[in-house]
């Protein structure tokens, strides 16, 4: 009978073992994005959070302190985009929030979908701008189907792009009836949300305030507000909605409903793990005459928005417990800021788009003969009228380099690149734009203005853009299923998130992605 023995132990070892891998994936992952997040605010508000909420990610989880994104124009879609595909929008192609219509000269919505109707609203959406998978594709992929995915955003973009093509459901706030919607292009709404939007939404309510936790804050020596802030939001206020999601009341809403998620989908109770993306607002509240950038507002949107995170961590661990569930929280890697400036404060110039685009399409016409040469100006971008040129049968890349070196002798500009540079290489500064654009949605010339410069729309004088190109502190925190604690303070690029998160699930990383996990990750688990 000894001769059995040694290959029974062998079995039994190689399944023990087979089965320790198995238990060391989580069960779920609950992936937060939390919008303009900063690292140095952490740190200055840090003295109002609780033990349970940042400081439990700070004291416990893997924190890297710095994650560049590489790519200009960084907002809440291409950023979100860019963490779940683990590639840039060169790829995936999200270049922004909204995108230029060229046919009817207007922005739209970047995941506008007219094939698509809304449920709890009348936007057309869905995911199919996106042009790379996402961690949840991914995860569909590996499960054959059966790892649920859902996502809760303040907006449709970050909830449609968190989601991914293969989510089961995604769910935003709408701008208008204050309910959580979603795009016919995903099938499943649990009868929860239904019963949500019936009575807990805050659409419900006839009016909601928000008003100031503590009599004040000390985060910032500069704070010129003496009385604690109070704001309503009521129902004559037609922009009641887009005003709430800049304040902590958002938040407050996406931690009810993804409570309601942990509690009753089932999440994390199958062999195939699940994924919750969750996406929350940190930002400066704008809506108002008396907001400043160092203000008790943002101050308090940190101290509750370390409430909610306890929350979300206590319901996880009542009802599927953190050892079996993976946290990743990251940030949107940029910052809006509300630029108010002191009485005789002088700027350092200001530039007006359709002055430089009127100029532009005079030049070419006295160089090129009559037509209207330029189509646009968008996000930095000139859209030019490339049939024409082809009609005239102009060589296109001598016309965009004549558009170039014209524009370039605009004051205030700092550099300009045409798309054909970006498209042909990826070196050197040619690089950054290039992760930033996307072939078919993107112009024909890039402009970057020097730092202090204000762009001026005549077409509408309160939307100014003020040229900051500072450097956010963005981190990444990792939480939870195997994860050492650990500080890390070398910066880190915004497309190894994903395959890092893959590579913990043991699924492939998303399709567009060429970054290795971050090495931490990997060297835990030898």
Known sequence: MSRWIAPLIAIFTVTGLQAQQLNSTPKLVVSIVVDQLREDYLQYFGNTFG???????????????????????????????????????????????????????????????????????????????????????????ASQGKSKIYSIAPNASQAILSGGRHANGVFWLDNYNGKWATTTYYKDIPSYVDRFNSTEAIGNLSEKTWTQSHSHYIGFPYTKRTAPFSYSFGKADKDRFLKIKQTSLINSEITSLAVRFIESAGLGTQPEPDLLALNFYAGNYKASEESEEYSYEIQDIYYRLDKDLEKILDAIERKIGLKHTLIVLSSSGYYDSLNKYPENYKVQGEFYPNRCTALLNMYLMAKYGQGNWVNAYYNNQIYLNKKLAEEKQIQ??????????????????????????????????????????????????????QPGWIVINENNKDRKEYQRYSSIPSPVFFFGSNITKNDVYRTIQVTEIAPTVSYILRIRPPNGSKALPLQEIMSSEK
């Open 51 to 141: 033990e349970k909420g940042f400081k439990r990610l700070m004291n416990e989880g893997l924190v890297y302190h710095s994650v560049e994104f590489g790519f200009p124009n960084v907002d809440e879609a291409s950023s979100v985009a860019s963490i779940y595909t683990g590639t840039y929008p060169y790829y995936h192609g999200i270049i922004g929030n909204y995108k230029f219509d060229t046919a009817n000269n207007r922005e739209i919505s970047i995941v506008a979908d007219d094939n698509y109707l809304g449920n709890y609203t009348n936007d057309k959406l869905s995911p199919l701008a996106l042009q790379a998978g996402t961690i949840g594709d991914e995860l569909k992929i």
């Open 396 to 449: 296109w890349s001598v016309f965009t380099q004549d558009v170039a070196e014209f524009v370039s002798q605009f004051s205030g500009v700092q550099d300009v690149t045409t798309a054909g540079e970006w498209m042909i290489n990826d070196t050197g500064r040619s690089a950054y734009f290039r992760r930033g654009m996307y072939s078919k949605l993107s112009g024909d010339i890039f402009i970057e203005l």
